[in-house]
């Protein structure tokens, strides 16, 4: 592997303008950071990147132009960032993630800057509010929900506690899709994020990495009569890199995020050209270069598709080979390369780059194979982030073999002699040896991708400490015992840079004011709002800050979508993909329970406490049950909203693309947050968290994260229902028989009933028949099991709601004692417990 030799004398540092060239010196000048200085350079920008005068320019010219401006401010700290890791002769860690979940850029590089006040003046003064350019930005959707969100968080942690890192990724031309819906069901659109221009990216196709595909392996004997082996590919993309600054907050750091893009390979067309066939070398280019087309609209089924795996290896095996080349200092040696580097592995989706690193290190670098195991086994950790078995990925043998035979190889090699050492220690047990191969056999023979990062992972981590503990007890428990210690803990965090600061301001103040500066970066410090939770004139004003953040809410959801929340309402929010494990169900019940009530007369409309209920979720697009239960949520919003019966009181709102976006608009003004997934399910949950620290009281299962969200703000402070982990297990061991729920629970059979009766479907039975029959016969996260736990534990929060005072004080409890979920303390929990990095010179 490694860079072409066309490319090669671009990069090579050699080539580069040396170092004692007295421009090589000359600082880079950042503009003044003063309302002129802004006001020069945003103009400078407008005229001489843009191409318009300001009187002509658009919105988009000059969103364009502000960006620039932002990043010019940058500029200087990222260069020196960037000499300063080449230079680092410690170790750094290397993020591997196939999605990044980034969100709107403008906002948080003001932040990070300092420069928010300085750009709303200057923009002012030449007449244009900064408001509407930042509604010009298209985030940049490259993840589907928490998992690259969480990859989006750990980056601006690393930057802003000064960690030596860079994260790697793919810039998907086309992200998660757009949501829309018609007649109530989820339609995807593509998104097309780039129309417009990508201001916060910068391409490098002179770094490109060439990246290989298919073909065979040969033996062959090298000089020193050696028998080794080599791959022949077939063909080849270019790999470009994309840049991105991470601007630390307030620390002067800016990190880098690089993105790969594919791109035909010259050698690979220019044959075909040569051929005389221009239709097909268009073909190969638009081949080569579907592989960052689109993000897989997945989020924990894996997709057996070709295209992903080719997607997998483009990415990691430029991100090493980038590392490799370019970190690196030339001539290193490679057998201290685990005191230099840990590629942090999110998700087994990188886990390709473990047989990558030893082809490299075995064929191309002349290292014997037990030497260069010794190094792979210090270099990678991998984090797991699912319980679901069906979620974790596998290869089948057949497609890996096509695409990579080498690697194949090597990972029948590795499986071999791990296979080796597990008989050794346990004899032969044939079943134990089955269960634990990184082979699996049905119902085809595939490589087992979690095994083969659980054998070459230095660390191995779950995202919350019941997800650990189950990975441990149920998922690995031979591997537990192979390897001992290599199991740990780091639970999931948020950071509050985005999810307090700038999606909730208001509130940021209040604790800014209460407790002093310093707490966005040290976020255990909000225990100190404990003391003032016991104050009623701070607790009037958080009062206030919740109220104006549902006012905030009301308006964008009304410009937005043309829907209304209803006024005075408790916000009851429901945002994460929507999966059955997480039960959006229970929800749907919950609900169709309330109404049928008022309806059938059994509780007058004026007895309930108004409630709007917000859901935000997508589907992946080949998910049927998924796309049923949204088609089912906006069809109940349909009949309930226009119900007069209700009296307004009750209100069902789904505004659609559910986004980070949006999630910085509803979760400040949430009142209730659901956590409802069956225990044992949700790995950890990071929606979770971002409520607890903007003072949303969660109504939640002992699931994921929600246990140690539960033990910190207190039993007071925190709804809990449903049946544990070990009582889940214990009923679906006995025969879970959901029929018993529903003949038993009057109120649970009326609301199926309902459902059942076409009620929400225009009185056609067969519409959410799939869903009724699902749940009553069919249902492995066991909705009807916690229906009655969860109906009761939602009248507790009504009487807990009638009392405003109390509930705002257990909000601000919320805030005080959810410190423990910054990213920042998963970083740290990170460097400690697996990377053991020290922090940048
Ligand atoms: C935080 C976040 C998620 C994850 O939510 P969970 O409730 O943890 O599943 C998904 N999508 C977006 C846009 C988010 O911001």
């Known amino acids: 592997m490694g860079v072409s030799e066309e490319n090669s004398a671009s990069v090579s540092p050699a080539h580069r303008l040396g170092a004692t060239h007295p421009l090589a010196l000359a600082p880079v000048i950042s503009p003044p950071a003063t309302v002129d200085g802004f006001v020069r350079q945003f103009l400078q920008n407008l005229n001489f990147d843009q191409g318009v005068a300001l009187s002509d320019s658009s919105s988009t010219d000059q969103y364009l132009a502000l960006a620039g401006t932002v990043r010019d401010y940058l500029m200087a700290r990222w260069l020196d960032d960037q000499s300063r890791q080449r230079a680092q002769q410690s170790k750094g860690v290397c993020y591997l993630s196939a999605e990044y979940l980034l969100g709107r850029q403008l906002d948080n590089n003001l932040l990070a800057s300092r420069l928010t006040d300085i750009a709303t003046e200057s923009l002012a003064k030449c007449g244009i509010d900064i408001d509407v350019l930042r509604q010009v930005e298209v985030e940049p959707g490259l993840g589907n929900g928490g998992l690259g969100r969480l990859a989006a968080c750990f980056i601006d942690s690393l930057a802003t506690m000064s960690v030596p890192s860079t994260g790697y990724g793919i810039r998907y031309e086309y992200g998660i899709f757009r949501q829309t819906f018609i007649d109530g069901q989820q339609v995807e659109q593509p998104d097309a994020w780039l129309a417009l221009g ?87 280019q638009t081949f080569a270069e579907n592989i960052s087309k689109v993000l897989y609209p997945e989020d924990s089924t894996p997709q057996g598709k070709e295209l992903r795996l080719q997607q997998q290896y483009f990415f990691v095996a430029a991100s090493i080979g980038d590392f490799l080349d370019n970190v690196l200092p030339e001539g290193f040696d490679l057998s201290k390369l685990p005191d230099r580097v840990i590629f942090q592995l999110n998700d087994t989706h990188p886990v390709i780059a473990v047989p990558e690193l030893m082809r490299v290190l075995v064929d191309e670098r002349g290292i014997e194979w037990d030497a260069a195991w010794a190094i792979t086994q210090q270099c990678f950790a991998y984090t797991c982030h699912t319980l679901l078995p069906e979620a974790l990925e596998v290869w089948s043998v057949d497609l890996l073999g096509r695409l990579l035979p080498r690697h194949l190889e090597i990972i029948y090699r590795i499986n071999d002699e791990f296979l080796l050492a597990v008989r050794e220690r346990f004899g032969d047990d044939e079943l134990r040896i089955r269960a634990m191969s990184i082979i699996g056999e049905h119902p085809y023979r595939s490589v087992r991708m979690a095994y083969l990062a659980t054998v070459a992972g230095a660390k191995v981590n779950g995202v919350a400490e019941l997800h650990s503990q189950l990975l441990r007890e149920k998922v690995l428990p031979d591997f537990d015992e192979f390897f001992p210690g290599k199991f740990t803990n780091v639970t999931n965090g948020v950071t509050p840079r985005r999810f307090i600061r700038l999606a909730n301001p208001d509130l940021a103040s209040l604790i800014t004011e209460a407790l002093g500066a310093g707490w966005t970066v040290d976020l255990e410090r909000l225990r100190g709002l404990e003391a003032f939770a016991a104050d009623p004139e701070f607790r009037e004003r958080f009062a206030a800050v919740k109220a104006h953040n549902k006012v905030r809410l009301a308006s964008v959801l009304r410009e937005r979508d043309g829907i209304e929340v209803g ?44 409630r709007t209920f917000i859901f935000g979720a997508k589907a992946a697009p080949g998910y049927t049950m998924a796309k049923h239960i949204i088609h089912l949520v906006n069809a109940v919003g349909e009949v309930v909203n226009s119900d007069p019966v209700v009296e307004g009181r009750l209100k069902v709102l789904f505004p659609p693309n559910y986004n980070v976006t949006l999630a910085e608009r509803v979760i400040p003004a949430a009142d209730l947050s659901e956590q409802i997934s069956l225990a044992g399910k949700e790995a950890s949950g990071t929606g979770n968290m971002k409520f607890a620290l903007n003072g949303a009281l969660t109504i939640g299962t002992d699931d994921g994260a929600n246990v140690e969200i539960r033990k910190l703000v207190g039993d007071d402070n925190f709804f809990l229902f449903g049946m544990s982990e070990p009582e889940v297990e214990a009923l ?51 909705v009807l099991a916690d229906y009655s736990s969860y109906i009761e534990a939602q009248a507790r929060v009504d009487e807990a709601y009638a009392d405003q005072d109390t509930w705002s004080r257990s909000a601000i409890l919320n805030i005080a004692r959810s410190g423990f979920f910054s990213s920042d303390r998963s970083i740290r929990d990170y460097i400690e417990r697996v990377w053991h990095t020290p922090p940048m010179l």
Do not use: C
């Not at 065979?216 to 791959?231: I, L």
């Not at 945002?575 to 329970?593: G, N, P, S």
């Not at 529903?742 to 056609?764: P, V």
């Open 198 to 284: 990508s201001p916060w990216e910068f391409p490098h196709p002179e770094a490109a990495q060439q990246i290989s595909f298919g073909g065979h392996t040969e033996t062959y004997d090298d000089e020193d009569g050696v028998t080794r082996s080599r791959w022949i590919p077939a063909w080849h993309v270019q790999a470009v890199p994309y840049n991105y600054m991470v601007p630390g907050y307030h620390n002067g750091r800016v990190n880098t995020l690089r993105l790969w893009s594919a791109v035909a390979s010259d050698a690979f067309d220019l044959r075909i050209f040569n051929s005389g066939d221009y239709e097909e070398a268009v073909r190969a």
């Open 567 to 610: 006024d005075g309402h408790m916000l009851d929010v429901m945002v994460k993909r929507l999966h059955e494990y997480k039960r959006q169900m229970l929800k749907v019940l919950h609900i169709v329970t309330q109404y049928e009530q008022v309806r059938s007369g059994e509780v007058a409309a004026s007895d309930i406490i108004p």
């Open 732 to 782: 679906w061991a006995k025969g879970y028989q959901p029929t018993e729920y529903y003949q038993s629970d009057e109120r649970l059979r009326r609301a199926m009933d309902l459902i059942a009766s076409g009620a929400f479907s225009g009185g056609d039975r067969s519409v959410f028949e799939p869903i009724v029959s699902n749940l009553l016969y069919d249902d492995r996260f066991m």
